[in-house]
């Protein structure tokens, strides 16, 4: 085993000004995250609490197993819309009863737990994420169905929310309905189309119209008990399978469903786990401010992988990607990550062979982010970047093992893709409040665009309005810069979350060990594997 010997010197000035930029992104991130525990605020929370009813959050907390680990995904999905943080629902992988589940919670205290926009998007990612990782699934249900001002935007993409749960039950996955209170209209076919239904007494009320749409329809008098009580549906229509007495009863029961499953994990187990030989804490002062001066990211492997263990590959070739295996909380690893940002042939070509050996050896594959993207210029182009990009993205592509990319710097251009974006289906892929991502950089944008403007007003002959040019130049360059920040992109759902730098081992130990929840299999060399290389 070859163990890293970090070169940080965290007794200088520059480690102490980076960490301390980076505490002060990370408090501006607290103040983000805060909202979504929010939620709807003082005022529905306690009318919420009067009601007798307990809070998303806390129904999490009361259904998963005690003191065990909660990955929330998504917290700031719909950060810089017009919707609340964390957009009305809650979502992440918990641990009921020894099985890592993927739980959905409705934020009643959110104009009534409906769903707008992003609260579909965000459950479309915690479906894929069951899917493929082969998670259970929990929906713990309380919504006013579709956010009906914005009804054009979810009435028809929504209609995957209903389809991933039958198709998760066709292939295996259990799917769970905790109805706490409304599920009206489309929202019915959550326990609809759900394995397993709990509701409870007096307060679960799932019906396809209440009861002034159904005078509405066809003149009939009805309650809302008779029509989608939770008594009703568990002696008359058959709809609930449990009938609790109370929340914390479903919950229960929940727990009783789960584990009566017989879920077993389907990866291998994990190898005996050694921590790193650096202090996590000091992650805080690897990544230099504004992302102007490169840095080693096997200082960031030294406070993250198992021992701090880490068998380089190819260590003296295209020595700005770095590869090589390891282990996280037991499970092994390749890892690529960005050194100096810039892909060149060299570094393309290490990476698709690195990727075709994890996929020999069914290893998993971690992608750290710092790449300005792959390099241009006239010798590049004639040394053939272009093949030897595709050539990386291709192996990226058609790799079969599971990938999770973190973007700790720069993630800019083709190298975002290169390096597994989440347009290449990572199983997850996390930032740090450090990255940014973006096409290329604000400033070499902004240039660009100026380049264009000033050629274009030559060949009309005009000359071209250097002030106007100056004024152009740093509205483009703020408005980029501020797409490209981790809140931003968050909030699109670009990515699992932004998380804290220091708890990055803990965050890929519980993805990998969700990941292993399914097999782990590589891509094969007969045909069926990879697209053709172009040499
Ligand atoms: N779309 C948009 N906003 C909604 C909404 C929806 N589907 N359902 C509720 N809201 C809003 C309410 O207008 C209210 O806003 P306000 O506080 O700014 O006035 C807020 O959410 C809370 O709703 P309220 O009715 O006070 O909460 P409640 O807990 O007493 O009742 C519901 C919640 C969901 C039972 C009730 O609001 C309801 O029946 N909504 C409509 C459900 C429906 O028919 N949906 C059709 C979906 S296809």
Known sequence: MTALRSTLDTASAEFAGYRDAMLAKLAELETEHAKAVEGGGEKYTTRHHQRGKLLARERIELLVDED???????????????FTVGASVVTGIGVVEGVECMIIANDPTVRGGSSNPWTVRKIFRASDIALENRLPVLNLVESGGADLPTQKEIFIPGGRLFRDLTRLSAAGIPTIALVFGNSTAGGAYVPGMSDHVVMIEERSKVFLGGPPLVKMATGEESDDESLGGAAMHARSSGLADYLARDEPDAL???????????????????APVSPPRYDEEELLGVV???????????DVLARVVDGSEFDEFKPLYGTSLVTGWARV?????????????????????KAAQFIQLANQTNTPLLFLHNTTGYMVGKDYEQGGIIKHGAMMINAVSNSKVPHVSLLIGASYGAGHYGMCG???????????????????????LAGVLSIVAR?????????????????????????????????????????????????????????????????????????????????
């Open 68 to 82: 065990s680990p909660f990955l929330e995904l998504s917290p700031l999905a719909g950060w810089g819309s017009d």
């Open 252 to 270: 229960r029961i929940g727990r009783r469903i789960v584990a009566r499953l017989n879920w077993a994990k389907r990866g291998p187990a994990p």
């Open 288 to 298: 230099p401010d504004g992302l102007k001066v490169p840095f080693d990211p096997r």
């Open 329 to 349: 909380h037991g499970y092994p690893v390749g890892v690529l990550a960005n050194a100096r940002g810039i892909l060149f042939s060299e570094e393309s070509q």
């Open 422 to 444: 989440r347009a290449y289906d990572p199983r997850f892929l996390f930032a740090w409040p450090s990255a940014k991502s973006a096409v290329m950089g604000p400033q070499q």
């Open 455 to 535: 050629a274009a007003s030559e060949a009309r002959g005009q000359a071209y309005d250097e002030d106007g040019d100056a004024a152009m130049r740093a509205a483009v360059e703020a408005q980029v810069e501020a797409e490209s920040l981790p809140t931003f992109l968050s909030g699109r759902l670009y990515d699992d979350g932004v998380i804290d730098p220091r708890d990055t081992r803990t965050v890929l130990g519980l993805c990998l060990s969700a990941i292993h929840t399914n097999s782990v299999e590589g891509a094969r060399f007969d045909g069926t594997g990879f697209g053709v290389f172009r040499m």
